[in-house]
Every structure is written in C-alpha cells, then in structure tokens.
C-alpha cells in the first residue's frame, strides 16, 4: 500500500489526541501505548498513534479494494457526525444511535427490519398510503421514521460485514463482543480505559474529545478516498 498522510504530529496535540484516562481506571495492556503520565493522566505515544492508524488504514484500504463492506460504528457524541460522513463517502454502512443487539450475531432479522422499511417507503412513494385513514396513515409515517432512526444506516448491509470499525472501544463493547463471536476483524479507537486486545487493529488515542475522533475519521476517509480515485482511474 501506498504511504498514508498521517496528521503532522503537532495536529494531533492541537487534536487531543494524546490524552488518556485517569490513572485510577487505567488497563494494563495499554502500557506499551502510554508516553508518560501528567497529573494522574496517562499521556499515549503518538508515534505508536500514527504506526496503528497507518496499520488499520492499510487494512481498510485492502478490504475497500476487495469490494469488501467495512461497517462503521459510532455511538458516542464526538462520533456520531464523522462516523456518518466517512461510511458515506465510502459507500458504507454505519451506526450512529444505539448499537441494535443481534445486529451480527442476528443479522437475519435486522436484514428484515430494513427491508420491512423499505417496503413502507415504497408504498408511501407509489401512493399506497392514500389507502388508509388519516390517522393510520399517521400512524405508518411515524413507522417509517422510528425505523429509519434505527436502521437507515444499515440499507448497504446486504451481509454480514467483513470489518467493523469503532470510534470507541469502551462505547462500543456490544459490537465488538457480536464481531468476535461472528469472527468479524475490528479496527477500533482505544483509550487508556479498556483492553486494546479485544481489537484486532487498535489505535490508540483519545476517543472522548470531538476533535481527536475528527481528525482520525478524516485521515481515514481521505486516505481511503485517494486509494479508490487512483483505482479507479487505472
């Protein structure tokens, strides 16, 4: 793979990146990350930032040139926006409310719940509605947007995904516990809290402050983007 743009080093301090936990609720495995400590505050290396990011690009990079589906996860505050962003610029599913339980582990019936969704969509569309009373047609609207909140995000997800990607690994245990049952790889953002191990790409850095989450979601949509542009122009 082609080098990735990795932020300058002095945009990822501006960023936060750098920041970890409290030392009182510090994991052990996340030791090998950790710069130093300030202030019972855990400082994470950036080079070790900028090595996993480069290393969980790369492996989003080979999976997007497969015609792979990598599905991005974004629960938190600070990720919700980009999470969105990156997946659609990618072409790619994503969840940014409440992780759905058995959205892998039970990935037939989410499949249908969507399909469900779109089925009301394309009554309404062709008129189908007029059918109904006022208020149950009221009542089928208010259908269509209670399934949307939930399952719009997952229209591209005609299969179970081949990666899945957190923007935070402490938010995002539900998911990544359904990828390891169903053998699903994770790219994931870990802070000082949680055991790094339960990714199988992990990047260290501060998941809590929007600009951290910001900065590695742009780094990786552009550097997946500029991948798929020079594919496709060969």
């Not at 609720?25 to 030791?31: L, R």
């Not at 505050?41 to 080079?47: G, S």
Request: charged share 30%; aromatic share 6%; glycine share 6%.
């Amino acid at each position: 793979m082609e080098n990735t743009h990795i932020p300058p080093y002095e945009d990822m301090i501006k960023a936060g990146m750098h920041f970890g936990r409290k030392k009182t609720i510090f994991h052990p495995n996340m030791k090998s990350f950790v710069y130093t400590a300030k202030e019972h505050i855990y400082l994470l290396d950036l080079i070790r930032t900028s090595e996993t990011l480069i290393k969980a690009i790369d492996v989003m990079r080979q999976a997007l040139t497969e015609g792979k589906t990598i599905l991005f996860v974004g629960v938190t505050k600070p990720s919700g926006e980009p999470v969105k962003s990156t997946a659609v610029a990618l072409g790619m599913p994503y969840v940014t409310e409440r992780w759905l339980g058995g959205t892998l582990t039970n990935f037939k019936v989410i499949i249908a719940r969507v399909k469900h969704l779109e089925d009301l969509e394309r009554e309404q569309l062709s008129g189908g509605f007029d059918k109904y009373t006022k208020k149950e047609r009221l009542l089928k609207e208010r259908e269509i947007e209670a399934l949307k909140k939930k399952y719009d995000g997952l229209r591209k997800l005609t299969k179970l995904p081949d990666l899945v990607f957190v923007s935070s690994l402490k938010e995002s245990q539900l998911a990544v516990k359904e990828a390891i049952v169903t053998k699903i790889p994770t790219v994931g953002i870990v802070n000082t809290d949680s055991d790094p191990k339960q990714l199988t790409y992990p990047i260290p850095a501060n998941d809590n402050a929007k600009k951290s989450v910001e900065l590695i979601l742009e780094t990786i949509k552009q550097s997946c983007q500029s991948m798929l542009s020079k594919n496709s122009e060969n």
